[in-house]
């Protein structure tokens, strides 16, 4: 049972690029979220979904796109990146009542 | 807007002390709160989630209390071991089953041997 699988571990992105970030989870949760966590800030939602095609927008939304295709996954894209995107990112599932399951995290450095 | 406050952010204590960590939140319309334990360089792990009609939920050395009135809830912490320094984070969900979680910023546990 791998729970949420975030992929990848470490990227480096110079200003402009764009990238994705993977999330999956094989616990079919219907919620599914991503948050960042930057040192003084705490963690902050970015975008969520409660289920396959439904998604919203979380706290800090700009510069992030993201869709939910199936129940399994929820990529996370960046458009372009900036350095104030610099950060760890982690994504979580969880039932509804239920505890949130978080993956491991994507630590991204945007030079 | 919900918001959610742990003080101290950072606390020492020596193995085997019993200890209380504290987070409140300013609106008492809340679904449930979680308690989290995230080590360095890790995601968040579920420690104790209490429901809006719970007044406490326990697990093994843990027990996490609830007080909607308040905005408080507490999460004590029996015998800590050198094991337990991690930072803990409590989280509140506001009303619904899918809504979304505010959280603490967290308090930095050191248990010294």
């Known amino acids: 049972n791998a729970g949420v699988t975030q992929t990848p571990k470490f990227q480096v992105l110079k200003t402009g690029q764009s990238m994705t970030l993977q999330c999956a989870q094989d616990m079919n949760h219907e919620y599914m979220s991503w948050y960042r966590q930057d040192p003084g800030m705490g963690l902050r939602l970015i975008h969520y979904?409660?289920?396959?095609?439904?998604?919203d927008q979380g706290e800090v939304p700009n510069g992030y796109n993201v869709s939910r295709s199936t129940t399994e996954d929820f990529p996370l894209r960046l458009l372009s990146a900036a350095p104030s995107q610099t950060s760890v990112y982690f994504c979580a599932s969880s039932r509804p009542r239920a505890p949130l399951h978080f993956g491991n995290g994507t630590r991204l450095t945007v030079t | 807007k919900q918001e959610v406050t742990q003080i101290p952010a950072a606390l020492s204590v020596p193995e085997g002390e019993n200890l209380v960590l504290n987070c409140s939140f300013t609106d008492s319309a809340i679904y449930n709160l979680q308690w989290f334990r995230q080590d360095p360089g890790k995601g968040l792990t579920s420690l104790l989630l209490?429901?809006?009609?719970?007044r406490e939920q326990t697990s093994g050395r843990l027990n996490a209390s609830l007080d909607k009135s308040s905005g408080r809830s507490t999460l004590y912490i029996a015998a800590s071991q050198p094991g337990d320094s991690a930072t803990y984070l409590c989280?509140?969900?506001?009303?619904?089953?899918?809504?979304?979680?505010?959280f603490g910023k967290g308090i930095t546990l050191s248990v010294r041997p």
């Open positions: 989280a509140v969900k506001e009303s619904g089953a899918n809504s979304k979680l505010t």
């Open positions: 979904s409660v289920g396959a095609g439904i998604t």
């Open positions: 209490i429901q809006s009609s719970q």
